[in-house]
């Protein structure tokens, strides 16, 4: 297959990029990695009149670190994120997490960016950015915005993204001592997007949790906040019953669908076996993450 026909255009700065956005919306699509947009635009469901290519632009890809978060670029590949120490001891959460996407190739050629703006409900980004509190640092010619993960998905491969505006970088906050994450997920094969995947980071003063953030992936339209299964473990503590007890509240928060590759109430199960798997990998490794 072959795309349509469209314009091919490769700024060099984020400043061009917008402009051309501004220009040719609502027709044109920006290219990152290209691993979802190529083959749509090659089976034909989507037709930009006008492709902006961002591979040309080098502000757009680096890790920076900063007193209490780090600032990544969005056209950063998920190959540098995975063989990055300072997001391996900074942000493990969003570490582990990479090793889960795809296969090398697909690592070596995706961007932290591509993957948080194209929003597909079983990828592993979106999921991260929520249980981390991550924020999306968007940029068109009327300046940047910065919006918080909780506000920035919409649905099925949907954001809050404008038409005429660039997802330009990532902020997500730094572990601190006591902090402690993990991410987990199943698929049918080895580099398929995930049937569940959960993301877990809870905080632990001593023994006691002060805080616990949990998100999903492949369990809904978008990735999905595990509010109410937190507020069972902050209100409950963090033993075996009020994690069993989270991890039911947890799948029945989720609002999965049928498909090919599973039905809904087997995800349903995926997501109290992995949520309850999250938590605890999460509480020993904050157990040893204290201070002293």
Known sequence: MKPARFVHLTPTSVAEAVALLNEYAPDARVLAGGQSLVPLMNFRLSRPSHLIDLNRIPDLAYVRENSNHLTIGAMTRERTIETSNLVRYSVPLLHEATSYIGHLPIRSRGTIGGSIANADPAAEYP?????????????????????????FFNGVLSTVLEQDELLAEIVVPKTLPGIGSAF???????????????????????????????SACG???????????????????????????????????????????????????LTAVLTRQALLKAQERSLGNQDG
Request: hydrophobic letters at 40%; charged letters at 25%; one cysteine or more.
């Open 219 to 269: 369990v809904g339209p978008g990735p999905v906040r595990l509010s109410t299964a937190e507020h069972e473990i902050l209100e409950c503590g963090l033993d075996e019953t009020s994690i069993k007890s989270a991890a039911k509240i947890a799948a029945d928060e989720v609002e999965p669908e049928n498909d090919l590759h599973a039905t809904a109430d087997y995800r349903r199960r």
């Open 184 to 214: 987990v997920e199943i698929a049918r094969r080895l580099g398929d997007f995930a049937l569940v995947g959960i993301a877990a980071q809870i905080t632990l003063s001593g023994e006691n949790i002060t805080n616990v953030q949990l």
């Open 127 to 151: 999921a991260v950015m929520l249980a981390l509190d991550g924020e999306m640092v968007l940029q068109s010619v009327r300046g940047k915005r910065q919006v918080p993960a909780t506000k």
